[in-house]
């Protein structure tokens, strides 16, 4: 009987203790999920794009030290050069990559080819890397180019093509210098069309690419795609590509988004070859 009584009296202090109901915890469960389907993708989107750019421009100050001390111990013009793999669907989806480049004293003064050896570098799939400039002239050998401006726009897939391909290029000494560039494969073949002719695994024509599979990189002979004679760069800029390609497809209009980022320029310091934001 003692038992009895003791068990209802436990039973109701247990029954007044404070707690929430179960439509409150119901509310409560539905203002968290809420909350967290606010504010997670936007942080997402935050720290995905920080981590996108802060990487890439780790990446490219590793890379440029990289071609520094190559220069230097070759004794030779070496450098980067930033350019889109061959995509069948065109530029605007190609990947972009780093590829270490050194002037190759069997060509032309200012001819380049890649590194032996030393694997070309992806950026992220997130990102894209382009000098703001492009050649107007079709020549092959032409060394002049424009900026983009309110006048100057890049709406076609040549000058895409143009504007993410460029390098920076450093002296024997060490010190970046602005350097005519024309990289080619490794054998110097003007415009290859078959194996036996080049064999260069990284740059080549569009036929070897095409229809032998040898080959990552358009070499610059072909001045109809974008792809010829130019000055190396000192300056360029990050972009994200998701954003590029949503502008892309309203047209001209995209332009307004990279002469936006402009003003943002990352610039290579001549002595050092440290990466410098426009403010520093």
Same mark, same amino acid.
Do not use: P
């Given at each position: 009987m003692l038992y009895a009584v003791a068990t209802k009296n436990e039973m109701k202090t247990t029954h007044k203790q404070p707690g929430l109901t179960l439509i409150e915890m119901t509310m409560v469960v539905m203002t968290v999920a809420v909350l967290i389907g606010l504010g997670i993708p936007a942080l997402r989107a935050f720290l995905h794009s920080f981590h996108s750019q802060g990487s890439a421009a780790s990446m490219i100050g590793s890379a440029l030290a990289s071609a520094r001390a190559i220069a230097a111990k070759n004794q030779r013009y070496a450098g980067i050069r930033f350019q889109k793999a061959y995509d069948p669907e065109g530029p605007i989806e190609a990947d972009q990559? *780093? !590829? @270490?480049?050194t002037q190759d004293p069997d060509m032309m003064a200012y001819g380049? /080819?890649?590194v032996p050896g030393i694997k070309p570098i992806k950026l992220p799939d997130t990102i894209g890397v382009m000098d703001l400039r492009y050649r107007t002239n079709p020549s092959p050998l032409y060394a002049g180019d424009a900026p983009i401006g309110s006048d100057m726009e890049i709406d076609e897939a040549r000058e895409l093509r143009d504007t993410t391909t460029f390098s920076v290029i450093f002296s024997p000494s060490g010190k970046l210098v602005i350097h005519d560039v024309r990289v080619r494969n490794k054998d110097g073949v003007y415009q290859p069309i078959n194996p036996s002719e =080049?064999?260069?695994? !990284? @740059?080549n024509s569009p036929e070897n690419i095409v229809n032998? #599979? *040898? %080959?990552?990189? !358009?070499q610059d002979d072909y001045a #109809?795609? %974008?792809? %010829?004679?130019?000055? =190396? /760069?000192n300056r360029f800029i990050i972009y994200e590509r998701q954003k590029f390609r949503r502008a892309f497809k309203k047209g001209r209009a995209w332009s307004d988004y990279l *002469? +936006? &980022?402009a003003p943002k320029a990352l610039y290579? #310091?001549?002595?050092? %070859? +440290? &990466? &410098? =934001?426009s403010g520093q």
């Open positions: 990559y *780093i !590829i @270490f480049v380049f /080819r890649a =080049s064999a260069d695994d !990284i @740059f032998y #599979n *040898i %080959g990552m990189f !358009i #109809n795609l %974008g792809l %010829g004679k130019e000055a =190396s /760069r *002469i +936006a &980022l290579v #310091n001549a002595y050092t %070859g +440290a &990466l &410098l =934001s």
